[in-house]
Every structure is written in C-alpha cells, then in structure tokens.
C-alpha cells in the first residue's frame, strides 16, 4: 500500500481516499496508542454482525517502523474516525473530532482537485506535443516546469529533492489545494494558447498575469 502524506492537511492519501493513522488519533486526543487499538478492534468487532464490510473499508491495519521493529497501526478513513471517536467524550474531544472531520473533508476537496489534474494531463501533453512540428519530449517538461515556477517559484525536481521524492515522482501529494487549484488552472489555459501563441515566453507572461490576478481574487 503506497501512501503519500500531505503536508497541509497531515493526512495520507492512497488511491484517490484520505485517512488518518491511529496514531495520529491517540496523540490528537492524548490517549495511549495500545488503548486506541483496542477502541478500533472494538469497533470492528461491533460492525461484524450487521455491516462487515464497513470494517474492511475504514480500518486497514498495517504496521510503522519504530526503534528498529515494526509495530502494529491502523489506517482510518473519515467514517472509520468519526465512528472510533464518537465514543470519545469531553468538550475538547468533541472539538478535536469536528476540527479533524473539517481537516478530511479539506483533503478530500484536494484530491478531487488532484485527480482532475491528472485527468487532464493527457490532453495537455497531447497539446505540447501538438504545437510543435517535431516535438520532443522536453517540450513537455519545459512546459511543465514554466507552470510550476510561475505557481511554486520552483520547478518539480526542486520540490522532489526537498520532500525526497524519487525522480519522476508526482510532486502533487506534496503540494497544498491552493497551489493544485492554481496549477490545474494553468495548464488549462496552457492547452488554449499552446493552440494560438507559439512563443514560450510570451505564454509565460499571459500565464503569469493570470496567476497574478488569480492571487488578487484569493
């Protein structure tokens, strides 16, 4: 299981869903980690009879590396929290859960905004390669990296080697909504004037004034 964890919201994301460790759960709200496992075996145990798959898709059990051995955690979606959590009781519990149901439902807007990104990755390749008569395949990344300075000030190899990253690894986990948002506004735009203005950097000054202006708005 592949997670990335992103640094806005501090929740990981695996297959286009958030989640939470359990961990995270028992430091958020000061219990100790082993009484949090058995809250979410309790919690299993009690769905067994009327609703097992609800176990299968909110509580994911896998294990964290810690003083050389590897110990036992749990991954939980918002609904796996939300149910774990519920029993938790106190004004300030009740704070934290609502404050952390806010922090998914965030990070689930920035996945959705993600995974359209990647959807329309294709056609925005498809639109570099087509507004040159022998296209290359850094006219891609050229292209690329212009919206990612414009956006982050920096292109993805700076932000691969800042969060260690392997090269060619997607650097969008890593990135935060507003920054996704921007960027997928670009490379929308960038698929129009790739059609019609075929100087580099006269793209780059129409996409920077919109990004300018799009920092006016926020």
């Known amino acids: 299981m592949t997670l990335a964890i992103n640094p806005s919201y501090e929740l990981y994301e695996c297959n286009g869903q958030s989640f939470c460790s359990s961990r995270q759960v028992a430091e958020t709200f000061g219990k100790r980690h082993d009484h949090v496992l058995v809250s979410i075996q309790q919690a299993i145990d009690e769905t067994a009879s009327f609703a097992p798959e609800f176990s299968g898709a909110n509580f994911i059990k896998t294990t964290y590396r810690g003083r050389g051995k590897n110990y036992p955690q749990y991954l939980l979606t918002k609904d796996g929290f939300t149910y774990v959590t519920m029993k938790f009781t106190g004004e300030k519990a009740a704070q934290f859960r609502v404050a952390y149901i806010k922090r998914f439902n965030d990070m689930e807007s920035f996945i959705k905004n993600m995974l359209t ?52 690894a997607s650097i969008r986990p890593c990135l935060d909504k507003r920054q996704i948002e921007a960027i997928v506004a670009l490379q929308r735009a960038d698929i129009g004037l790739l059609a019609v203005v075929p100087e580099f950097g006269k793209r780059r000054e129409v996409l920077t004034g919109m990004y300018q202006r799009r920092l006016l708005r926020c």
């Open 117 to 168: 990104a990647r959807m329309e990755f294709p056609e925005f390749a498809e639109a570099v390669m087509d507004a040159h008569e022998e296209p290359k395949s850094y006219h891609y990344s050229n292209e690329c990296d212009m919206i990612n300075r414009i956006v982050l000030g920096v292109p993805a190899k700076a932000v691969r080697e800042r969060y260690g990253l392997p090269k060619g």
